[in-house]
């Protein structure tokens, strides 16, 4: 590798964790001033850097959230990717399908609420139709991951036959539900979280209900 190359790695690699730091901060407002309380300036602010460099990253207040989305969404989908790709049985599947969405959750509510706006066109009225179409994809990806991993416990025998996206939306309505009113609970007691336990009851309750006898 020539000084030249390595000089560009290096600067891509700066880059790379300048915008980790940035989402970050955004993360850590999220949660406590939530979307409409929070400005660039504030990112800025919590992530020690001026606002112009914000905006070398990020072209608006829009841009920077929806990435917290974007990043939300590809976790998302590798946790169940690596759950369809693993050979085992649907019990199993079933409980890798629960941790991907677990670990969603974990990276941050607020976010998913966020999202949740998005998809109903409440919020981020500035996004690129490129921004759009991204969360759009990982969204279907999603669901056609979901899909799959239905199909084939269906075509292997161990669960019944029931429409696979059908399946695959239910889930998807069981996730954002749960995330919803776990959250709106949170008003009327912070201390309250029974969203892993209640998932963990939702998955096994579905998969129970689906098992081919």
């Known amino acids: 590798m020539g000084l030249a190359e390595r000089r560009e790695r290096e600067k891509e690699d700066q880059k790379r964790r300048r915008r980790e730091e940035i989402l970050e901060a955004a993360r850590t407002l999220i949660r406590s001033k939530g979307f409409a309380g929070s400005t660039m300036e504030d990112v800025a602010r919590e992530a020690e850097l001026s606002p112009g460099t914000l905006y070398l990253y990020f072209k608006n207040k829009d841009e920077l959230f929806a990435s917290l989305s974007l990043d939300l969404l590809e976790g998302i989908v590798e946790g169940l990717e690596k759950a369809s790709a693993e050979d085992a049985p649907m019990e199993e ?32 009225p500035n996004l690129s ?23 084939s416990g269906i075509r292997d025998g161990q ?28 008003f009327f007691g912070p201390d309250k979280d029974f969203f892993e336990s209640t998932l963990e009851l939702g998955f096994k309750i579905l998969h129970r209900g689906l098992k081919e006898e």
């Open 93 to 124: 599947k079933f409980e890798a399908m629960r941790k991907a969405f677990s670990e969603g959750y974990q990276f941050e509510p607020s976010v998913l609420l966020n999202l949740f706006n998005l998809q109903t066109g409440k919020q981020f």
């Open 129 to 151: 139709s490129e921004f759009l179409s991204e969360l759009n994809r990982l969204s279907a990806r999603i669901v056609d991951i979901l899909a799959g991993l239905f199909d």
């Open 159 to 186: 669960l019944q036959d029931h429409h696979r996206v059908a399946l695959a939306d239910l889930v998807w309505s069981l996730f954002t539900g749960l995330v919803i009113w776990e959250e709106s609970k949170k």
